[in-house]
């Protein structure tokens, strides 16, 4: 049977408005959960949330300790036993490209050590999207701590960061907090994501080179099935010759897209 182009124009058409008015009601494309305004929290001109700190300078002066200090986490809505830092590391200096972490020790690391074990590992988190912030997963899935309905913090009940070390890390530049001051310094494709991620954590390690001896995990879901093999990938590739060696031992996906030619 021919089908005629009327016809085909007509299914369209209905497809396109039944897409539209789903649309109203959810996103297609970005399934993350929005936050609507909450009548009870009204920012005000007065609110003042400091000033970015970049964390590369301190590495790159050898003031490790005087970085280390700065980036520690110091906030009354945080609860007193939930030990973090935070802060941002240059990837590419020539478009300011800078990448936001933050990274939370774990609890329980010297149980490890005290059985004769490495101590806790580090696992990197990262979301998927692509385009999400990687404090989705911290706030509502592995963190150690969630936002209530009122946001306000509540310590999750079991979290990574119990024997883990925990670092979150808003990937590529432009997504979340992460930012760059030129169109140049987006990444194109998962290679250049990889190089700026293994940038980034050449930086991590430096600062707490505690870690350095650990057990490295790459782990991540959805388009994180993208962004996980491409950091795992330039690591094994770059190791050999790094100035700072990863002791990566393996990655974890979950729920990733890893179609290899989209």
Do not use: M
């Amino acid at each position: 049977k021919v089908v005629t182009i009327g016809w085909l124009l007509a299914v369209f058409w209905v497809c396109a408005t039944v897409t539209q008015t789903e649309a109203k009601r959810r996103s297609f494309i970005n399934p993350y959960p929005r936050f609507k305004k909450a009548a009870f929290y009204q920012p005000t001109a007065g609110d003042d949330v400091g000033e970015p700190l970049f964390l590369t300078p301190f590495i790159a002066n050898k003031s490790i300790e005087a970085g280390r200090n700065a980036a520690q986490v110091n906030h009354s809505a945080i609860p007193s036993d939930i030990k973090s830092y935070s802060g941002y590391l240059t990837v590419d200096e020539a478009t300011n490209s800078n990448l936001f972490f933050w990274y939370f020790p774990a609890k329980l690391d010297s149980i490890g050590a005290a059985a004769g074990g490495d101590g806790a590992p580090v696992v990197l988190w990262l979301q998927g999207g692509p385009g999400a912030s990687s404090l989705y997963g911290l706030f509502t899935e592995n963190g150690p701590f969630s936002v209530s309905s009122k946001l306000k913090i509540v310590p999750r009940k079991f979290s990574w960061h119990l024997n883990h070390h925990l670092i979150y890390i808003d990937n590529p530049v432009g997504t979340g907090f992460s930012f760059t001051d030129k169109d140049e310094g987006y990444a194109r494709n998962e290679t250049q994501v990889g190089a700026n991620l293994h940038n980034a954590l050449q930086q991590f390690f430096t600062l707490f080179p505690d870690l350095q001896s650990r057990p490295f995990f790459v782990t991540g879901e959805s388009y994180g099935g993208k962004y996980v093999p491409a950091v795992a990938h330039t690591i094994h590739r770059q190791n050999q010759n790094a100035k700072v060696k990863i002791n990566l031992a393996g990655i974890a996906i979950g729920n990733g897209l890893c179609d290899p030619f989209h």
